[in-house]
């Protein structure tokens, strides 16, 4: 793993936000609720002076099934227009925020847009920006049953898995395959 790849803010939240519907997990639902919701757009800074309400809940897993679409379609064209879909519809406004440290942090909608708007238009950008020359980093496990996606650092773009259990989940299925041939004749 490349670690000094870096993986910017909206690319991250992008990310954990298609995965937030895991189906490894006996409860593949991460963002079922408002508290849930309001947690996940409060650590991607997303939150603002919004309140989070059931329409958000709502709303930001259309977005998800939205950005999963990007990941999973058939070939390159539709991926790009599914893209281009999400950021028309969401309105893209740059804007740049001066933090009471002193740094500035640049976001694509206003602080007090809808929530799921704000959040459509951030990892939207992120997802935008990978597309343009590293799309093929961004990549859904290869695994039994997971469909988590991930942005692949490795530097020959090789990895097939989103993490260790994965990974280690096929070498032994493929070994029980090869040993069930081999007994087999
Ligand atoms: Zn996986």
Redesign the pocket.
Known sequence: MDLDTYIPASVQMMVELVNSYDS?LAEPERLGGVADVEDFFRRHRMLGPNRVGPDDVTSLHALRADIRAVFEAEDEATALNRLNDILSAAGVVPNVVQRADGRRELFFAAGDAPLTNRTACDAGIGLAMMMVDQADRLKV?A?DA?R?VFVDQSRNRTRR???NS?ASRSTVAAYRARKRTSAGG
């Open positions: 490894r496990c695994g997971c988590r898995y989103c993490g994965c």
